[in-house]
């Protein structure tokens, strides 16, 4: 069974930098894509940046020159650094696997961005 948690989030001011973990297991880690999503109050859950085995990166526009994401196989770890934060950068971050999007979820990590 694919277990995902994740950490990192709380309360920063506009301009301010969090860095997300994300610990999976269950998975063939290694082997597979792994996103960093996240979801708004009253909005849907949307993929913001993914990271594949061979280290292929892909941001969403909204992110891109902000957020960095990273992975460490050795740790089952996948990383986001999120720096220039904006009060819409507020959502709850979830990991996955793009393989496992339709299985099981973290109970994410909660970001706000607020003065």
């Known amino acids: 069974q694919v277990q995902l948690v994740e950490s990192g989030g709380g309360l920063v001011q506009p301009g301010g930098s969090l860095r997300l973990s994300c610990v999976a297991s269950g998975i063939f880690f290694s082997l597979n894509t792994m996103g960093?999503?996240?979801q708004a109050p009253g909005r849907q859950r949307e993929l913001v940046a993914r990271i594949s085995s061979d280290g292929i990166i892909n941001y969403v526009d909204s992110v891109r020159g902000r957020f960095t994401i990273s992975r460490d196989n050795a740790k089952n770890t996948v990383y986001l650094q999120m720096n220039s934060?904006?009060?819409?950068?507020?959502?709850?971050?979830?990991?996955?696997?793009?393989?496992n999007?339709?299985?099981?979820?973290?109970?994410?990590?909660?970001?706000?961005?607020s003065s």
């Open 101 to 113: 999007v339709f299985g099981s979820w973290g109970q994410g990590t909660h970001v706000t961005v």
């Open 36 to 38: 960093w999503y996240r």
């Open 85 to 99: 934060l904006k009060p819409e950068d507020t959502a709850v971050y979830y990991c996955n696997a793009l393989s």
